[in-house]
């Protein structure tokens, strides 16, 4: 997470790779029991709330011009970094993205 807060420098599809590790939790939390589901959730919605406060909804426009998204339940993929810097930040940029630069932020 701290990563996407001070800025992902990583190419767009190690960006897309991690984003599919919250996948993963998505599908995975279904077939989990009750008692981990309440004892997790308030931990998952604070990492979910970092991750929103330190990105940006563009409805997944830049990212879709290189990776195909999923459904909209998928929030997550319609979100990209606010801090736009390194490989994955010249990525979104070129495809229409709008970021503070890890200079300026």
């Known amino acids: 997470m701290s990563a996407i807060e001070r800025g992902y420098g990583d190419f767009v599809h190690e960006y897309t790779n991690d984003l599919y590790c919250r996948n993963w939790l998505h ?5 989990l029991d009750d008692h981990i589901v309440q ?9 979910d709330e970092r991750y929103k406060a ?6 997944g426009m830049a990212l879709d011009q290189f990776h195909r998204l999923p459904g909209p339940d998928l929030w997550w993929w319609r ?13 979104l ?13």
Not at 79 to 91: A, E, K, N, Q, V
Not at 93 to 105: H, K, L, N, P
């Open 93 to 105: 940029r070129s495809a229409g993205a709008i970021g503070a630069d890890a200079d300026t932020a």
């Open 27 to 31: 599908e995975a939390w279904l077939l």
């Open 79 to 91: 979100r990209h970094p606010l801090i736009l810097t390194g490989d994955l930040g010249r990525s």
């Open 39 to 47: 004892l997790w959730t308030p931990q998952i919605k604070a990492l």
């Open 54 to 59: 330190a990105t940006i909804d563009d409805d």
